[in-house]
Each structure stands twice: as C-alpha cells, then as structure tokens.
C-alpha cells in the first residue's frame, strides 16, 4: 500500500503561523525548552549520535534542537519563519553539524538520501495534515524513527490563579468557552490515529514528561506573548488582557505564578518502501 494518506486531522488556522516569526527575540526569551527526560528519551529511541542524521521539522529558535545537537547528530532544521530561522542559527553558532533551512516543510524540496530520523517539537499542527505525515514519511529511511512532541497546558502548580484567570479572558476575549478550566495530563486522551492509521509506520508509542515553571508576572506576561491566539487580538483586547492579567497576578499572588506543562513525545517506526 503506498504511504499515501490524505485525511483530514487538526490543523490551526494557517494565518496564525506567520505570527511567531514577528517577535523570535521575544519566543527565545520566554519559551520554556524542554525536560532532560524527554530529550534523553528523544536521543536513545532515534539513536541521535555521530553519524546520524536528523531532519527537525519547524524548528522555531532551537529550543529543542540545542539539546539534541548536543548528542553529535547531523540536523537538517526546516523552519518557515526567517527571523526565527536567524535566532536558531545563532543558538546553533557552536554546532556545525546543524543546517538551518527557511522554508515551508510542505515545499521544502526532500533530499535523495533519506534521514535516519524526523522530529517535530510543539509545531507539527501546524504543517497542512494532508501532506504532513505521508511527507515525514518520504524523509524518512525505513526502520528510521519519526518523533513528535505535543506540548499541553494542563492543571497544576498555582491552580487556583489559573482558575481566575478565566475571568480576565471572558472579558477580554469573546472565543473564549465560559468555564473553561485546565485538564489534567491523567485526562488527556492522546490522538495517535494519524500516525497508526497511516500505511507507512508502526510501532506508534507515548510518553509522557511534566515540568512546571515558575513566572514572575512580567515573565508570565512575556510568554503569553509567544502565543499566537493572543498576539492575533485586537491590540485594545490584548492590552486589557494583559493588564487585568497582571494586576491579578501582582494583587493575589505576590507577583509569582507556577505553570505545569505535560509534553508528549509520539513515537512512530517508518516500514519498509
């Protein structure tokens, strides 16, 4: 059967996208990298070492690439946003191994020699899913391993602040669900039927990692900015957002709040031509 598989699964809004590459001074800043655990997990399952190379889907700035660099591999990084293509190239300075491309992975032109491994960090629902994983695939030499975090905002460290903040994005923010309250990682249900239903992988698996960070209020206010729902408000929306939100931080919780991320590596074995 050819690894062909057209379905439709969740994409953002495509406009959105472009947004990040608007402030990636500001998204190297604030954005979290990601737990030890999962990058020494993401290392042993692609085999990432000397001679082995590595094709990173979107990239951003190399939040994820820096670590995996660090074990030796050979990436070839596709990122679609220039300016955040120049902040990875300088993280990536010390690393001349790492090749950092600007352009759409849905374009981008394969090399003939296929990679050992494909990886995508918090960005793979971003690529059009009608190519996304039957391209992955292409990229990838049979038995070679693709990997994808999925990075979640669930229920823990300062909960009652994320409770209360529900407030703030009601009035400031018509999309928002009234009551909408934070999952736990214990409740996610993991989507894994675009990877297990596709002729061209197997062995689909999920791991879990958690790490929970603590913001100061401008730090907090900092990252919200890395968002892309929240950057494409109307600048009074956003303003008054970002306002009710720090007054609320600065007034009931000491100007310190603690978020609990769960992030997902989705592992998959690309099968034989």
């Known amino acids: 059967m050819p690894c062909v598989d057209a379905r439709e699964f969740r994409v953002n809004d495509p406009k959105l996208?472009?947004?990040?590459?608007q402030d990636a001074e500001r998204y190297e800043r604030a954005r979290p990298r990601y737990p030890a655990s999962?990058?020494?997990e993401l290392v042993r399952v692609t085999g990432a070492g000397p001679g082995v190379r590595v094709l990173e889907i979107a990239p951003g700035t190399g939040k994820l690439t820096v670590d995996?660099?660090?074990?030796?591999c050979s990436i070839t990084a596709v990122e679609i946003g220039p300016s955040m293509a120049a902040v990875a190239r300088r993280q990536l300075a010390?690393?001349?191994a790492v090749d950092v491309v600007?352009?759409?992975?849905e374009q981008w032109e394969l090399p003939l020699e296929p990679f050992d491994a494909v990886?995508?960090?918090?960005?793979?629902h971003w690529i059009d899913p009608a190519v996304r994983v039957p391209r992955a695939a292409r990229a990838l030499r049979p038995g070679g391993l693709l990997g994808v975090v999925a990075t979640h905002h669930v229920a823990g460290g300062t909960e009652d602040f994320f409770a209360e903040v529900q407030e703030c994005y009601e009035r400031w923010d018509p999309a928002t669900p009234p009551g909408l309250r934070q999952t736990r990682e214990?409740?996610?249900?993991?989507d894994t039927g675009e990877f297990s239903r596709s002729p061209c992988f197997t062995d689909v698996a999920v791991h879990g990692h958690a790490q929970e960070i603590t913001y100061t209020t401008g730090q907090y206010l900092d990252v919200l900015l890395t968002y892309s729902n929240h950057r494409a408000?109307?600048?009074?929306?956003r303003n008054g957002l970002l306002a009710s939100i720090r007054e609320l931080i600065d007034s009931r919780y000491g100007g310190v709040v603690t978020k609990r991320y769960w992030h997902e590596l989705i592992t998959a074995v690309r099968v034989g031509p």
Do not use: K, M, N
Request: charged share 15%.
């Open 119 to 124: 990886v995508c960090a918090t960005a793979f």
């Open 94 to 96: 010390a690393f001349p």
């Open 102 to 105: 600007v352009a759409a992975f």
């Open 233 to 237: 408000l109307p600048e009074t929306a």
């Open 68 to 72: 995996l660099a660090g074990s030796g």
């Open 17 to 21: 996208r472009d947004i990040f590459d």
């Open 186 to 190: 214990s409740d996610l249900a993991t």
């Open 38 to 40: 999962l990058i020494e």
